[in-house]
């Protein structure tokens, strides 16, 4: 199969690692993405109701601080539902968890979520009483019975170096966070359709995941524009996002506008240390899927 006859994001994906002369392996990459004619603000659709293109859409990765989107949705929850009342110091936490996408922030406000703290190891008994209230946001989103959903776990805060006492026990019996790029764009589109928990909170959500102050600034540990996808996204295109980036992997979630109306949504994970390490892979596959997609502004 030539590729002028293969899928869209299979022929993406070919030339991905072409551009980078085999330091990427097709299982290094996955990612999906969906283009809209207008913005699906309160659609009444789900994220895979209408064409999308993927490859290795579905595959499990541990998605670093891209699961900071799901954490903010869990807590909003919460705060619908009258059982937690943000001060300013939660106002704070959640700002700079999505903002600049600190990781102390994160561990803060998954204890207050759970109201379940850190700490030194517990007794058996007393751990799994623990463990009962920090899954809260697993069976949460398990709620929602989506399939998309079924592989995720949502399960613990992220973290500098790695997590100590009850929380390394945590993650040593109930292993380490998964999200799929199908799942995470998932969300996404809900969250840009005013569909997770209801419209106001979604754009309260949206508020706080704009990209485009970023853009005018350098690269820095709190950017997630530059080395990510929004470094190929024209300025005429708004972009609001989630990113995350550690030794081993390096992610972005996405939903873009631009000024005739369309929109996109997209979802890209990578894995390994060329990737994790490179400020150009997912600008690179940014600029293929808009090229692709014919959405460049």
Known sequence: MSESTLPPAEDIARRLIRCFDGNIGPDDFGFVYRVYDQPPRNAPDRFTDSAVHGYRAEEPFYPASVIKLFFMVALLKRVKDGELVLDREDERALADMIRVSSNDATQYLVCRITDAWGGKPLPQLEMTTWWEKRAW?????????????????????????????????????????????????????????????????????????????????????????????????????????????????????????????????????????????????????????????????
Request: net charge neutral; aromatic share 10%.
């Open 137 to 297: 946001v697993q069976r949460y989103f398990e709620s929602y019975n989506w399939p998309e959903f079924s592989p995720i776990r949502v399960l613990h805060a992220t973290y500098e170096e790695c997590p100590y006492g009850r929380d390394r026990i945590a993650r040593d019996l109930y292993g380490m966070n998964v999200l799929t790029p199908l799942a995470a764009a998932s969300m996404m589109h809900a969250i840009a359709a005013g569909r997770v928990i209801d419209a106001p909170t979604s754009q309260r959500m949206l508020t706080l995941l704009s990209r485009d102050w970023q853009r005018q600034e350098g690269d820095h540990a709190g950017n997630q524009v530059h080395g990510f996808l929004g470094a190929a996204v024209p300025k005429g295109i708004r972009i609001w996002s989630k990113g995350g980036h550690t030794s081993t992997t390096r992610h972005d979630l996405a939903y873009m506008e631009d000024k005739e109306g369309r929109a996109m949504t997209v979802a890209a994970f990578t894995r390994g240390a060329f990737c994790s390490g490179s400020m150009t892979v997912l600008g690179t596959l940014g600029e293929l899927i808009l090229e692709a997609s014919r959405f460049e502004g």
